[in-house]
């Protein structure tokens, strides 16, 4: 049985159209710099549009580390916060303060065919920010931003922090401007790399280097605790996602393909208003459902098979993570019905289970002892929960204690193979996920996915409609 929902919660997720506003951005960067003692810095990097082929880019979308704490979604920009008030002159123009935004300058001609900037003039007002300068300055600018610095937070990955200097140096290459030519851009990064390093040993003892650490470490813990406009974003996010499954289960059988499935649920998802997907579609039938992460879609949808669709609509940033498991033929096998039905209990166990103090890995040993009971958790092949938000696999680690705030999935599944000779024939070749989102408040989990019908009576009497 599927826990009731608080009224209260009902009530505060119901708002038709969330925003978060410059001002709640403003607050974030502030309670950031709060964490940031003298010589510390963040600086966060997001990346050019990426090329597709040709001369057709994909689409863009920000670093969620960046977005968290600018509401800016346009490409080639950075954020420098520091610790205290930093003053200096390049060229003709003075800078004073703690934030400074480097974006794109305005340009009518490009603007005519790819859309409006928001521009270095207008950036301060809009965005409630210190200073903005033109992104072609940051590898000029970045070195005096530094100095004195002792720990710089920066969103390198693992591999990237291991060389700090020449993954920031790299970084600044996008954005040096092109009619330096290529010598001079080279001059620049090295000049940049030499700088930076020079910038920063200002206060050092002789031999002690700058420490580099992730912006995780002080943003990520933020990001886990949503906040009341976060979660009417990810319940709106949820509910459009629920709309699209609810579509692409009454029109799944036999003889459709994956990919046809796969237009209804993404149709749903664009006329609800989500910008996009939070990750790409997985809609696999029969043996594909075997495959996590399977991509293709391109298979036809057979009879007396089972078709895993596991989606997530994306609004504002903010993305759900659903997943649902029905027949095409519009009945459960009795060995499928058996399955699934496990799935449900190790669901309501999990959930049950989930309280403040509890880590995503207690969780999920909650949902092994129970499969190991029915005799199937060898088939069990993934984790049972991750931490959801801007990103479908959110921050967050998996021995964090929950808090209220905090949103996650339950998702227990079953994959036997097709060859697993070890049970009877019309149990291979059964791969099934049954995947909701959860809220953790002080009385326990709220199902955010609550109205998208989840037991085998519900997903039936849907697919005979």
């Not at 002792?150 to 290459?173: C, F, G, H, K, S």
């Not at 890995?361 to 909650?366: A, D, G, H, M």
């Not at 808090?403 to 998702?411: D, W």
């Amino acid at each position: 049985m599927r826990k009731l929902v608080p009224l209260l919660v009902l009530i505060t997720l119901s708002v038709a159209t969330p925003q978060i506003t410059p001002e709640t951005y403003r607050q974030r960067r502030a309670a950031v710099r709060a964490q940031l003692g003298p010589g510390e810095r963040i600086v966060l990097l997001t990346k050019a549009v990426a090329i597709r082929n040709g001369d057709v880019e994909y689409e863009f979308r920000p670093d969620s580390d960046f977005w968290y704490l600018t509401g800016f979604g346009e490409p080639d920009a950075a954020l420098v916060l520091t610790g205290e008030d930093v003053r200096f002159s390049l060229g003709d123009r003075d800078y004073a303060g703690h934030e400074f935004l480097f974006i794109r300058k305005r340009d009518p001609a490009r603007e005519r065919r790819t859309g409006m900037r928001l521009g270095v003039e207008r950036a301060p007002e809009a965005l409630l920010i210190d200073q903005a300068l033109p992104i072609d300055i940051f590898a000029d600018a970045l070195p005096y931003l530094m100095q004195r610095a002792d720990t710089i937070y920066v969103n390198l990955n693992r591999d990237e922090l291991e060389r700090p200097l020449t993954a920031l140096a790299e970084a600044t290459l996008q954005w040096v401007p092109k009619d330096r030519g290529i010598f001079g851009i080279a001059e620049a990064v090295q000049r940049f790399r030499k700088r930076l390093k020079a910038r920063t040993r200002g206060i050092k003892p002789p031999n002690r280097k700058v420490a580099y650490k992730s912006t995780g470490e002080i943003i990520h813990p933020m990001r886990m605790h949503k906040s009341l406009e976060e979660l009417e974003l990810l319940q709106q996010a949820v509910d459009i996602t629920g709309k699209g499954l609810v579509a692409a289960i009454q029109r799944a059988q036999s003889g459709l393909y994956e990919y046809q499935v796969q237009a209804t649920i993404e149709y749903e998802f664009k006329d609800g208003g989500a910008q996009r997907e939070g990750f790409p579609c997985i809609i696999a039938s029969g043996p594909n459902a075997l495959i996590l992460h399977y991509s293709e879609n391109s298979r036809q949808l057979q009879p007396g098979e089972l078709l895993l669709m596991d989606v997530g609509a994306e609004v504002d940033m903010y993305t759900a993570d659903i997943t649902r498991t029905v027949p095409v033929n519009g009945s459960f096998s009795p060995a499928q019905r058996e399955l699934y039905g496990y799935l449900l209990e190790t669901q309501a166990a999990a959930a049950a289970a989930l309280k403040p103090g509890i880590t995503l890995n207690e969780l999920n040993q909650v949902a092994k002892e129970v499969l190991k009971e029915k005799g199937y958790d060898q088939y069990f092949i993934h984790g049972l929960s991750h931490w959801l938000g801007m990103n479908v696999h959110d921050v967050g680690r998996k021995d964090t204690p929950a808090e209220p705030g905090m949103v996650l999935t339950i998702e227990p599944g079953i994959y036997i193979p097709v060859d697993d000779q070890t049970v009877p024939p019309p149990y291979r070749g059964i791969g099934m996920r049954l995947e909701d989102d959860f809220l953790v408040t002080e009385e326990g989990g709220v199902i955010l996915s609550r109205n998208i019908p989840c037991t085998i009576e519900e997903i039936e009497s849907l697919m005979k409609q």
